[in-house]
């Protein structure tokens, strides 16, 4: 695909959607919609990698406890800290995310520390 633009508040309200969603590879921008949040009802396959987001995660990623594998949001322009609300999602077993975070090391030792998901690749 070669979609472009931010990502529609809208997405929010695909809440029957379950799995497989591959949005990556694309040319989205801007930061993630609050409203991502509202898809509780995914349980996995959630691709965001290689666009062009950029901004602090929001909170709201954290309510969507019903992941338990494959959200990749790396190769973008995230920054700030991750949400401590992410902790909620504690099925979860892969996150992929590559941030320029400062702090680097105390993040990656925090989530590690805390144990919350089995395989969290930060770059």
Request: net charge negative.
């Amino acid at each position: 695909n070669s979609f472009s633009g931010s990502l529609p508040t809208q997405i929010g309200a695909m809440t029957g959607m379950r799995s497989s969603m591959n949005l990556n590879y694309n040319s989205f921008s801007g930061s993630l919609p609050t409203q991502i949040g509202a898809m509780t009802g995914m349980t996995y396959g959630m691709r965001l990698d290689d666009n062009s987001f950029s901004g602090s995660l929001p909170t709201q990623i954290g309510a969507m406890t019903g992941m338990t594998s494959s959200m990749g949001l790396s190769w973008n322009s995230f920054s700030g800290s991750l949400p401590t609300q992410i902790g909620a999602m504690t099925g979860m077993t892969s996150v992929m995310l590559v941030m320029t975070v400062p702090g680097y090391d105390q993040l990656h030792e925090q989530v590690h520390k805390n144990g919350t998901f089995c395989d969290f690749l930060l770059f």
